[in-house]
């Protein structure tokens, strides 16, 4: 596609529900990103592929993050058994392959847990 | 593990003149990136310069520039003839440089303010 896209754009869920975040990279990139952004502050690394491969997750905050990226292309974000502190501005960002190349993101998705 | 601190929270400026955003960062590596972003209030992320650190010049596009200085880890943005449209938050960001691609880590952001 012309630009990285997540959905949904905004997404409303109750304390201990999981929630699936989508995100469709820019056609070609092999690398994708998956970034948490709390309110006012700078966006958090949380995990990243290439290809399939999940090649680091250690920014994941605890084992009720998730994330798979089976094809090599859409990548989803799943979040067991949500709490409060988990909402946040959901980002992803994609680029080719190389650590000089541009991440380019997506408009993100915003998590209320309430 | 690499820190980017961004010291000043909120900045203001009048329009057409010049304001500096600052950056420190601290890292054990010797190869890597860094990049400014910018936020505008529809929360998209636009990259807006990058330094590579191998490099002794200072990166510029346009109104931006950076002030590098590598052994005091610090990456300032300079934006000259500051426009209404340059109101945004601003990040400043760290990527090593390894053979691929790695993430970024982001400083907590400077609120630019720009008075007309």
């Known amino acids: 596609g012309a630009g990285v896209s997540q959905s949904p754009r905004y997404k409303v869920t109750k304390r201990g529900q999981d929630v699936a975040l989508r995100c469709d990279p820019i056609s070609g990139h092999v690398s994708l990103y998956w970034y948490r952004q709390a309110l006012g502050q700078g966006p958090e690394f949380l995990t990243y592929f290439n290809y399939e491969a999940q090649q680091d997750k250690s920014g994941l905050p605890n084992d009720r993050f998730s994330a798979e990226r089976p094809e090599g292309s859409i990548s989803t974000l799943t979040i067991q058994r949500t709490e409060q502190r988990d909402s946040a501005m959901y980002r992803c960002?994609?680029?080719?392959?190389?650590?000089?190349?541009?991440?380019?993101f997506g408009q993100g998705t915003r998590l209320t847990v309430v | 593990a690499q820190t980017v601190t961004q010291s000043q929270p909120e900045m203001s400026v009048q329009e057409a003149e010049t304001v500096t955003l600052s950056c420190t960062y601290d890292t054990s590596e010797s190869d890597y990136y860094l990049f400014w972003y910018k936020q505008p209030p529809s929360r998209q992320m636009i990259l807006v310069i990058r330094?590579?650190?191998?490099?002794?010049q200072n990166a510029t596009e346009n109104r931006f520039s950076v002030n590098f200085q590598k052994a005091a880890k610090s990456f300032s943005l300079k934006i000259s003839d500051s426009q209404l449209g340059d109101a945004a938050m601003y990040f400043c960001a760290y990527r090593r440089r390894r053979g691929g691609a790695d993430g970024l880590t982001f400083g907590k952001g400077t609120h630019l303010i720009i008075q007309p």
């Open positions: 330094q590579e650190a191998y490099k002794q």
């Open positions: 960002a994609s680029s080719l392959v190389g650590a000089d190349t541009e991440a380019f």
